[in-house]
């Protein structure tokens, strides 16, 4: 079992989890300073952190498996576990339904909304795999599903989502969009021979390149009016220039021609913008403002 979990954890790629999760605590400390005052409790923490895992453990093991078939074909994907054949149907299935009960208990915990939003979750969360099989705009709907986590952390501490969780929402979904744009950069040829949708296999790679500049501009964009529109402050914009300087970094080391620094910008870049935001925003609400 220890061997199929380490396969399963692999498979899923669950040191991913940084990209979102840190934004998940930003909407919980957002909530706590705009609307109840006060900084979410250990216990909250727990449950959020929790229920993001089961989250996004269910939301990529359930693309593996609707992929299986993709991956099998891809040669860049072949060897993943379920094509492989190192991990069964059964033992992923069963990692899912785990998944999806943690998530719904960890749900449980925080504000009632958040369980009754669940199946909401759950619904983007299922579709999100098949989007790529009619439309181009499957990696706005992989940021839209994604940014969920941001949005549920709010609401998590105060049971609503006023407009400037929105500007959060939408800074994540665009952010996650744009480099997801940049990934399917790599599969743009496979894509277009097997029929599937992206905008690299759609428009090309050098436009898809304007594409993850412009939706990653706009992602700043939404997070510099969270700073205008908040009480946010100095510590918090520090975070906003070091994730600017991150991003286009990103931009200057992936080339239309070159893509073999995509991983390290898809990796590490992202891991430390989203790591850098949550730490500012977390100094910035302890720091400057006392509950």
């Known amino acids: 079992m220890i061997a199929k979990t380490k396969i399963f954890l692999d498979m899923i790629k669950f040191e991913h989890t940084v990209f979102a999760l840190p934004f998940a605590y930003v909407g919980a400390l957002l909530a706590g300073l705009i609307q109840v005052n006060s900084l979410p409790t250990i216990t909250q923490t727990i449950w959020i952190t929790l229920a993001m895992i089961g989250a996004r453990t269910a939301a990529m093991a359930l693309n593996r498996l609707i992929d299986k078939t993709i991956d099998l074909k891809n040669p860049r994907t072949s060897m993943r576990a379920l094509p492989a054949k ?4 059964r033992t992923v299935i069963l990692f899912i339904v785990g998944s999806l009960i943690l998530l719904m208990f960890a749900a449980a915990q925080l504000h009632p909304l958040c369980l009754m939003l669940s199946p909401v979750a759950l619904f983007f969360l299922i579709t999100y795999s098949y989007t790529k099989r009619f439309t181009w705009l499957c990696h706005y709907y992989l940021g839209i599903t994604i940014a969920l986590a941001p949005l549920g952390g709010w609401i998590a501490l105060s049971g ?4 400037q969780a929105y500007l ?21 040829d496979f894509d277009r021979k097997e029929g599937l949708f992206s905008i690299p296999s759609r428009f090309g790679i050098e ?7 412009i939706t990653h501009g706009v992602a700043f ?3 510099l009016l969270l700073y205008f529109f908040s009480p946010l402050s100095w510590i918090y914009l520090i975070g906003l220039m070091i994730s600017a300087v991150l991003l286009i970094y990103e931009h200057l080391i992936i080339k239309p021609n070159d893509l073999s620094k995509l991983n390290q910008a898809f990796f590490m870049m992202n891991g430390l913008l989203s790591v850098t935001v949550f730490v500012c925003t977390l100094l910035d609400v302890v720091i400057l403002y006392e509950f």
Do not use: E, N
């Open 160 to 163: 609503a989502a006023p407009w």
């Open 86 to 89: 190192l991990i069964s149907h």
């Open 168 to 188: 959060l929402f939408g800074a994540v979904a665009l952010w996650i969009a744009g480099f997801d744009i940049f990934y399917a950069c790599q599969d743009a």
């Open 221 to 223: 964009l939404c997070l």
């Open 207 to 213: 436009t898809s390149f304007w594409f993850a500049r």
